[in-house]
């Protein structure tokens, strides 16, 4: 193990286990206001009147007349409404918001205010959707000539559902206005972000407004986005009204009206000549929902990632993010890969079974190595560590052994094995980086010899503060008490993009790292010194480009397998998880714990989407699961054996070798779950969740058959 | 007025009996370190310990409590037994978000208060209230179980 990854006490430690830490919801100021949205409750409407009752002294209604700047978000598009103006688009837009100084009257005025709607038929499914919001293409090789020529053509479709971070905070902001500024402050993942949406809203010049991270109960792509609309709304609202404005989402709201996982339905169709897969022509759809929010980003991803880690030389992907009228969907970890790798994964494992050989076998013979094209005609730069990662998994779980000897079972208890290989690719997608982000971070020296860490990215519970400082000290070669990071500030710090992407650390941590270096050379004790670094693309990449979706769309990937076990109780339908076990590369781990701790809980919500996060509309475009008794996310006993390690690969150009971390844990537990579920079950699979209501209508199919 | 004993202390409240113990924690007695994750019982980041027993401070009524003694983090804090859950928790870095740790804390005061030595099933089943979204509870796991054999005789 390199010395940079032995772990240290986390630099947010103390305060939060102490419960000394202030989340934004601890936050108390003078005069403080409370708010409240009022929302349509209708999935596509115009809204024809609104009748509001007489307001008590010190209370507000604030509504798209009181937006001074732009009523849009900015966000990619800038297609959200901050307020919705005639139409609304689905069950949950914001209409107005009431805020005054006790929640109670608030809630009272809310309930009093009368709006007429003018109800039109709403598209809840995304396969009746006309608007198609992004449309993305590519292809290599002559996927036409392969699919002509082929001996058969396999064609199946794969469905996965929403899935809700259930951060265990919820959305928070608090605005509030000062010195003709705007501060803004709450738990959020990219300040800048909320920045730029801010001053658009309030029609302010950037220098103007201020963002403030308090310390982030979870966020996992839930803030990513999200916030600037909240934020934008509850800054119109303290112009409004002159004072600060606190608004917390309950639970509820939290679940029913806040961006998730695109729920997606991708189909394949596999050409296979002399038992040789020769080409895959693969449909992608996403369902966006009302407003388009990150959903070509997200797109982008998932595309890139849909046939898996193999060597497919004809290829065609086409891709779809479509308009519903239903809760915008947005960023969550792993960012439309998990989707599209449950998709090839499950794919390769139906074809092995049809061509009559096993699934890891035929894995196995189509998988990357360095050097190997990637999908949109980059190149696999680097090591692809699979082969020593499977040879591993089979050490560990005996899985080549047990899914052979669980494909005859009989009596009421059936067990079955499945695994999965993947990659996510380490930054953001495409030229982002280069064209869109440029990423600046700073470290300050003062004259007591302390430093202090200057970026936006926000730790969000990852560890960053810790990585950072850790890089930073390490580089100078001074004591990690004596490097100090504080929550991203906009009035202090400068614009490191946005802390998304499995960038933070491999992209932001490089910078500090050249910071540091510099530092160093330069070390003058007892004075005050600042050096500042911008991102540069590596010489070895080839430029993405996003009209031909051609080109290297990440610069290094982190790679995984994971293997899941599961008994299945055939008489309930129930299922227990009896083992998952993930190997991990994530270059060199910059703190082992913290590096355990990403792909545990990573790897833990990975089973939790494909087992029993169950999230649904009914007819009226209501989202019904809306509590966290209602959708289920495992608890403690669900995975008592759950068992990750991390090999090591270093990545030349990341910061002491390290690579992106965050989101892989996420993007390989569905398939690997809902192929053991196949193995135990007998029966070709193709959706996630795959819940006990699943596994009861399979059951009964069998027994009927 | 409701009086109750309060991380030691004898307080009195003007709540009325219908009130959550939680918002009266947070909003009368500014003790910020209960959280509120749900309100419904389900999530666990508002335990408190109420006469020696892990409850949801969100499905507490005041007017139960009149008589009572409740401990929060911040009342827990000052104990030895914290230090030594803390010194664990911080060794296997078991702290993400933190959200879920005041009242993750304060479950595992009392999976180790009842027994002393608990297997890690034992363990699970005592967090299995407390919802984590981040760690995916090994490290939780492990570190009340470094606890209780750092801590031995304390508990
Ligand atoms: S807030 Fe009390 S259990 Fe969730
Ligand atoms: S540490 Fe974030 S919820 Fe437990």
């Given at each position: 193990?390199?010395?940079?990854?032995?772990?240290?006490?986390?630099?947010?430690?103390?305060?939060?286990i102490s419960g000394r830490a202030l989340y934004v919801d601890d936050h108390v100021m003078d005069g403080m206001l409370y708010g409240r949205l009022l929302r349509s409750n209708k999935a596509r409407a115009r809204v024809v009147n609104i009748l509001l009752p007489e307001l008590p002294d010190g209370y507000y209604v604030v509504d798209k007349n009181d937006v001074a700047g732009i009523n849009r978000v900015h966000i990619v598009l800038d297609d959200t409404p901050v307020f919705a103006e005639e139409n609304v688009e689905y069950v949950g837009e914001p209409i107005l918001m009431v805020v005054g100084p006790e929640l109670k009257p608030v809630e009272r005025i809310l309930h009093e205010i009368v709006i007429t709607y003018e109800e039109q038929v709403p598209v809840l499914d995304m396969r009746k959707s006309d608007t198609v919001f992004f449309n993305y293409n590519y292809a290599k090789g002559d996927i036409d000539q392969v699919m002509r020529e082929a001996d058969q053509v396999f064609v199946e479709t794969f469905q996965t559902g929403y899935q809700e971070q259930a951060y265990l905070e919820t959305q928070g902001i608090i605005a509030y206005p000062h010195d003709g500024r705007m501060t803004v402050r709450g738990s959020l993942q990219c300040p800048y972000y909320v920045h730029g949406a801010v001053a658009k809203a309030?029609?302010?010049?950037a220098q103007a407004i201020q963002v403030i991270q308090d310390v982030t109960g979870g966020g996992f792509g839930g803030k990513e986005a999200f916030p600037s609309i909240l934020a934008c709304q509850t800054a119109v609202a303290a112009k409004k009204a002159n004072k600060p404005v606190k608004v917390v989402f309950d639970r509820r709201e939290d679940m029913e009206f806040t961006s998730k996982r695109h729920p997606s339905v991708c189909t394949y169709k596999v050409a296979v000549k002399n038992g040789e897969i020769t080409g895959m022509d693969i449909e992608v759809l996403f369902n966006s929902g009302a407003y388009t929010t990150l959903s070509p980003v997200v797109l982008q991803r998932g595309l890139i990632c849909a046939n898996g880690v193999y060597r497919i030389e004809n290829l065609r992907v086409t891709g779809?993010?479509?308009?519903?009228?239903?809760v915008?969907?947005?960023?969550y970890r792993g960012f439309g890969a998990p989707q599209t790798f449950f998709a090839v994964e499950m794919m390769m494992d139906h074809l092995a079974k049809k061509l009559g050989i096993d699934s890891l076998e035929l894995k196995e013979k189509y998988m990357v190595?360095?050097?190997?094209?990637?999908?949109?005609?980059?190149?696999?730069?680097f090591h692809v560590p699979l082969p020593e990662m499977i040879k591993r998994i089979d050490e560990l779980t005996d899985y080549r052994e047990k899914r052979k000897c669980y494909q005859q079972q009989t009596g009421r208890y059936r067990k079955g094995i499945g695994l999965s290989m993947f990659f996510h690719g380490c930054g953001f997608t495409g030229s982002g980086e280069r064209d869109m982000i440029k990423a600046v971070a700073k470290i300050r020296k003062n004259a007591d010899d302390t430093v202090e860490v200057l970026a936006s990215n926000s730790d969000i519970g990852q560890g960053l503060k810790t990585t950072f400082c850790k890089i930073v000290a390490d580089t100078l070669g001074i004591a990690y008490d004596q490097v100090y990071i504080d929550n991203p500030d906009t009035d202090r710090v400068p614009d490191s993009g946005p802390t998304v992407a499995s960038r933070s650390l491999m992209t932001v941590g490089g910078l500090l790292q050249r910071a540091a270096a510099k530092l160093k050379q330069e070390w003058k004790t007892g004075q005050e010194q600042i050096v500042e670094e911008h991102f540069v693309e590596p010489d070895f990449v080839?430029?993405?480009?996003?009209?031909?979706?051609k080109g290297d769309a990440y610069p290094t990937y982190s790679w995984s397998v994971n293997a899941i076990e599961v008994e299945v109780d055939t008489l309930t339908a129930t299922t227990k998880v009896l083992g998952a076990w993930g190997i991990f590369d994530v270059g060199v781990p910059i703190d082992l714990n913290i590096i355990q701790g990403q792909m545990q809980g990573g790897f833990l919500q990975g089973i939790g989407y494909a087992s029993m996060e169950q999230m649904d509309y009914n007819d009226k475009g209501i989202i019904r699961n809306n509590s966290l008794s209602d959708y289920i996310i495992p608890t403690a006993v669900d995975v008592p054996n759950l068992i990750t390690e991390i090999i090591n690969n270093p990545y030349t150009h990341g910061p002491y070798g390290a690579k992106g971390a965050g989101e892989l844990p996420l993007v390989g537990a569905a398939p690997a779950y809902v192929e053991a579920m196949e193995n135990a079950l007998g029966a070709d699979l193709n959706k996630v969740p795959f819940t006990p209501e699943d596994t009861m209508r399979i059951l009964q199919g069998a027994d009927q058959g | 007025m409701i009086n109750f004993i309060l991380n030691g202390q004898e307080v009195a409240s003007h709540a009325k009996v219908n009130d959550r113990l939680l918002d009266i924690l947070r909003t009368e007695f500014r003790l910020t370190g209960v959280k509120c994750g749900c309100k419904e019982g389900e999530c666990g980041a508002c335990s408190v310990i109420l006469n020696g027993r892990l409850v949801n401070s969100c499905l507490v009524a005041m007017g139960s409590i009149e008589g009572s003694t409740v401990m929060t983090i911040e009342g827990y804090c000052e104990t030895e037994r914290f230090t030594v859950l803390d010194k664990a928790y911080a060794a296997v870095s078991a702290v993400q978000c933190g959200f879920c740790i005041p009242g993750m804390m304060l479950a595992s005061e009392c999976i180790l208060a009842k027994n002393p030595n608990p297997t890690d099933a034992e363990i699970r089943e005592g967090i299995s209230g407390n919802l984590c979204r981040c760690t995916g509870y090994n490290a939780i796991v492990e570190a009340i179980g470094i606890a209780a054999k750092e801590g031995q005789g304390l508990w």
């Open positions: 193990m390199e010395a940079i990854s032995k772990s240290t006490k986390k630099k947010d430690h103390e305060a939060k309030l029609g302010y010049e779809r993010a479509v308009k519903t009228n239903t915008p969907t947005g960023a190595r360095q050097g190997d094209e990637t999908s949109t005609s980059g190149k696999y730069h080839i430029p993405f480009n996003l009209k031909e979706f | -």
